[in-house]
């Protein structure tokens, strides 16, 4: 192997030298070996570390080490699997940003990643590897026990990275068939979706299903099913994960504002438009378009999106040329569209077509047994976030979760359970942690016609108001009601905001 090399000319040959080696390897184990070998000795520093994630994308692992000359592999070491604490990694990564550190003695960082030796160590370089799509595979590292400026190895060293990351997935697509992502990842259900229900297994049967295949995907169900948690689950368990996943509510932003949001826009398109811009179509290119509440796209839009959905071409705003885009595109909605359709609200061609794979996803009270596991999950997940001791769970606050309709579905859960752990000062959650007014049913033995009427349809608008966050047009709406005939009922059967915001 190479020495360390001074001179511009002399790096320039060795960096085309291990280029050169990289290319002619011919299995996985002797490029990973040439690789680490190689950074080590361009940079001239004792250890060298490749990072990689992990199928899911989700964890990041060590692939290879060098540590003065003496090589280590994932596949027969005890190295960690998990480096989701390293602050100094994440951010790196997080930032998509080289990290060089000249002087790590004294310094405030954590590197505990870094092997334990009886020479301290003194500099360090993080390198994110970043393909040409703009997406992050991994991580470069290099640290030395001399004070070192290892800033201008970077470059350098993150193609060479990049390279050999590309030589290592082509070699095992030539050597094994491909291997099928996980269907479980720690801690979670299947698609590392929680739940175990009966009604989840089958939304999981559906995901499998439609998981590797191009088909667009149309996610129904009530506001807070988790429409989008499952669009994430499809993206990151498919084959688009190590690509961009991006959101766009189709409600939150004005017509003209959808528009150029989608499809980008070219200066001078319109006013105040000083730059070319490209849309979301373009950002997601080779990965995921989740469009959410599409049922509330203008009709004006849904012909240029049928359009992109049958011939995978854009044109921004202000432009005559047209060019094409691979994008998976996975829509969301909690309204019924075949009745928009018959209203003329929505066109019937987009609808076959967004509708190749329609997921219905049950309701919270849908999915027996899920509610306590649910909890439980968004208090552990609540009491990291609060830097807390875990807390524990009252049998008397469970069965009050339990005999709860939930309305509001998996965020009003979030949300009930998030405040609950705020106000829990002790180690365990009891009821009166909980906002929960759970309404005995009263005797109606005395009661007339009327009245019961009149308590059925108060109980109807509360649950209608919560299930749409308290937003009267969209509950007059799924009503069939006009708005004034809505307000005019909430006065009649006095309900105010505090019977259904909770």
Partial sequence: ??????????????????????????????????????????????????????????????????????????????????????QLLQFALDQNRVVCLGTLSGSLHKISFLPTRAVPWQSLLCVPLVTQQETVEGLL??????????????????????????????????????????????????????????????????????????????LCGETGTGKEVVARAIHDCGGRRSKAFIVQNCAAVPEHLLESELFGYRKGAFTGADRDRPGLFDAANGGT??????????????????????????????????????VRIIAATHRNLKQLMEEGKFREDLYYRLAQFPIQLPALRQRDGDILELARHFADKACTFLRRDPVRWSDAALGHLAAYGFPGNIRELKAMVERAVLLCEGAELLVEHFALHIETPPDQSHLSLRERMRQIERKLLIDCLRKNAGNQTLSARELGLPLRTLLYRLGRLKICRRDFDE
């Fill in 1 to 86: 192997m190479f020495k360390q090399i001074a001179q511009p000319l002399a790096c320039a040959e060795a960096l085309l030298a291990q280029f050169s080696r990289l290319s002619r390897a011919v299995d996985d184990a002797a490029l990973s070996a040439d690789f680490i070998l190689g950074v080590a000795s361009l940079s001239g520093c004792e250890l060298a570390q490749l990072y990689v994630f992990d199928a899911t994308h989700s964890r990041l692992e060590m692939h290879t080490e060098c540590l003065e000359g003496q090589l280590q592999f994932r596949e027969r070491s005890s190295l960690p699997t998990d480096y989701s604490d390293e």
């Fill in 141 to 218: 590292l290099c640290a030395s026990d001399r004070h070192m400026d290892l800033h201008g190895f970077a470059e350098p060293l993150g193609d060479l990275g990049v390279f050999a990351l590309n030589r290592m997935h082509q070699l095992q697509r030539v050597s094994r068939p491909t291997r099928p992502v996980p269907t479980k990842l720690p801690g979670a259900g299947g698609y590392g979706l929680v739940g175990n229900s009966a009604a989840m297994r089958q939304t999981w049967s559906l995901i499998s299903k439609v998981l590797h295949s191009p088909y667009t995907v149309l």
């Fill in 289 to 326: 378009l989740l469009l959410d509440e599409i049922g509330d796209m203008p009709l004006s839009l849904q012909a240029k999106l049928l359009r992109v959905l049958q011939e995978g071409e854009v044109r921004p705003l202000g432009s005559n040329d047209t060019h094409t885009i691979d």
